[in-house]
Nanobody
Framework: QVQLVESGGGLVQAGDSLRLSCAAS????????MGWFRQAPGKEREFVAA????????LYEDSVKGRFTISRDNAKNTVYLQMNSLKPEDTAVYYC???????????????????WGQGTQVTVSS
């Protein structure tokens, strides 16, 4: 069982940066792949970024490539999402998720994750 708690969201202006954190409970965090998803009002939850258990492989949704960076610190049981050059269209509730076994394809899908946090709101004003 893994419990996830996100933090770091807030209200910022376009062009600003934020770093989201996701703290995980459990001794097996280092064996889980981790993902970040987001959900804007009236829209489906969508993939943002993912990182393998070792940290050696990352995936990004096209619209965030070059602006967002996912990383993890297995010693601290924490995964991060550094978000730079934020845009109003990045406004959403951001969720972290964990999964034990995945293919590269399933790392991009909601159904590929077993555990979810409660989300943290990110609002970017223009």
């Amino acid at each position: 069982q893994v419990q996830l708690v996100e933090s770091g969201g807030g209200l910022v202006q376009a062009g600003d940066s934020l770093r989201l954190s996701c703290a995980a409970s459990g001794r097996t965090f280092s064996s889980y792949n981790m993902g970040w998803f987001r959900q804007a009002p009236g829209k489906e939850r969508e993939f943002v970024a993912a990182i393998r258990w070792s940290g050696g492989s990352t995936l990004y949704e096209d619209s965030v490539k070059g602006r967002f960076t996912i990383s993890r610190d297995n010693a601290k049981n924490t995964v991060y999402l550094q978000m730079n050059s934020l845009k109003p269209e990045d406004t959403a509730v951001y969720y972290c998720a964990a999964a034990a076994l995945q293919t590269t394809a399933t790392m991009r899908t909601k159904s590929g994750y077993n555990y979810w946090g409660q989300g943290t709101q990110v609002t970017v004003s223009s």
